[in-house]
C-alpha cells in the first residue's frame, strides 16, 4: 500500500468512528495503567468485569501496595494469567510510591521500568493519558498491518515503525484506537467483514469475504 492509499485507509476509519476512545474503563492515570497491564492476553470486557472491585478497595498506588498480591488476586481471578498480574500490580503499586510520588510517570522509559510494562502498555498510557501521538501495536494492529498492506512487519515493533512512518501526524493521534477497534468488530482474525469496512478500496487483502446471503 502506497503512503496515499495508506493516509486514505485511516482517513476512512476515522470517518467511520470520529470519536475513538479506550473500551477500558479507568478513572486516573493509575487505573489505566493497572488496566492495561490486567489486559495482556485477555480482553477489554473481562478485564473491565474485575477492575471496579479492585478499584474501589485499591484506588490508588499506595492502597494497591497495601492490597498486595493476594489481595489484588482475589479481584482478578478469572482472567488469564491472574496470578502474575497479581504480583506485577503490586510491584509496580510499590515501585510508583518509592520512586515517583505514587503518580504514573510520562516518560517511556521510566513506564517500561515497571513490572508488567512493556512498549505497547507503555505506549497505551503515553497516548491516552499524555496525549503523545503513539502507536500501541496489539494482536489486532499487527494483523490489520500486514493483512491490509498498511504496514507490513515480521515484529509488532517493526509494524509500529511503519505506521508511525506512514500515517500523517496529524491523525496520528488517534490512529491506534481506530486500527485496534476496526481490527476488534470488523477485520476480525477468522473472518474479516469486508462487505462493512469503509477502508476496502485501499484494502490489498486478496481473499475478501463476500457479504453473507439473505436469509
Known amino acids: 500500500m502506497s503512503k496515499a492509499d495508506a493516509r486514505c485507509f485511516i482517513e ?11 473500551e477500558l474503563r479507568y478513572t486516573t492515570p493509575f487505573s489505566l495503567l ?7 492476553q485477555t480482553t477489554d470486557a473481562a478485564v473491565n468485569k474485575v477492575t471496579p472491585g479492585l478499584f474501589a ?15 489484588i488476586g482475589r479481584h482478578i481471578r478469572t482472567i488469564g494469567l491472574w496470578q502474575g498480574k497479581a504480583r506485577n500490580v503490586a510491584a509496580l503499586s510499590e515501585m510508583l510510591v518509592r ?19 512493556g512498549r505497547k502498555t507503555a505506549n497505551v498510557v503515553l497516548n491516552v493519558v499524555f496525549g503523545e501521538s503513539t502507536m500501541a501495536v496489539d494482536t489486532h494492529i499487527f494483523r490489520i498491518g500486514n493483512r491490509t498492506g498498511l504496514a507490513p512487519g515480521a515484529t509488532p515493533r517493526a509494524v509500529e515503525d511503519q505506521l508511525l512512518a506512514r500515517i500523517p501526524a496529524t491523525l496520528l493521534r488517534h490512529a491506534h484506537h481506530w ?37
Open 57 to 71: 478497595e485499591a484506588p490508588t498506588p499506595a492502597a494497591m501496595m497495601a492490597l498486595g498480591a493476594a489481595g
Open 99 to 117: 520512586l515517583h510520588g505514587g503518580e504514573v510517570p510520562a516518560d517511556r522509559a521510566a513506564l517500561e521500568a515497571l513490572p508488567g510494562v
Open 12 to 22: 476512512a476509519l476515522a470517518l467511520d468512528r470520529p470519536n475513538p476512545e479506550t
Open 34 to 40: 493497572v488496566a492495561v497491564v490486567l489486559s495482556a
Open 179 to 215: 486500527l485496534i477497534l476496526h481490527g476488534r468488530y470488523v477485520c476480525k482474525a477468522r473472518r474479516p467483514e469486508c462487505w462493512r469496512c469503509p477502508a476496502a478500496k485501499w484494502c490489498r487483502y486478496q481473499d475478501k469475504t463476500p457479504a453473507p446471503a439473505a436469509p
